[in-house]
């Protein structure tokens, strides 16, 4: 099969995740990207960030607005600290090592991962 096949059904994968539970599709799109198809920490994230630019979520997102779950204020505040936080993590990460960018990245989803499966 194909790598554009792959990377397709990633993206289908990720965005299916995304708009069943929430979660960011870079927590899915990222150890793909590294593990299968050998990708750096930084062009994972990298690409990852660079897929995001389109409106990606607008469709999932118009089906949660329609049933009313959707807080467009909060959704715009975070927005705006996202498109922040985006440029100042990009420039710590370019000058991180590899390693200890997969660090940071393991020890964040280990976090995550810790408070999802302990909470009541």
Excluded: D
């Excluded at 994968?13 to 150890?31: E, N, R, T, W």
């Excluded at 897929?51 to 997102?61: D, K, R, S, T, Y």
């Amino acid at each position: 099969m194909p790598n554009e096949v792959l990377f397709v059904m990633v993206g289908l994968a990720a965005g299916i995740l995304s708009g069943l539970i929430g979660i960011g599709g870079g927590v899915i799109i990222i150890p793909l990207l590294v593990f299968i198809f050998g990708f750096s920490q930084h062009e994972a994230q990298g690409t990852t960030l660079a897929l995001m630019v389109p409106p990606i979520g607008l469709p999932a997102a118009w089906l949660y607005y329609k049933n009313g779950h959707v807080n467009f204020e909060v959704a715009l505040l975070i927005c705006a600290g996202f498109f922040l936080g985006g440029l100042l993590g990009a420039k710590l990460a370019i000058g991180t090592s590899n390693v200890m960018l997969e660090r940071i990245f393991g020890v964040a989803m280990l976090l995550i991962s810790l408070k999802m499966l302990l909470a009541r």
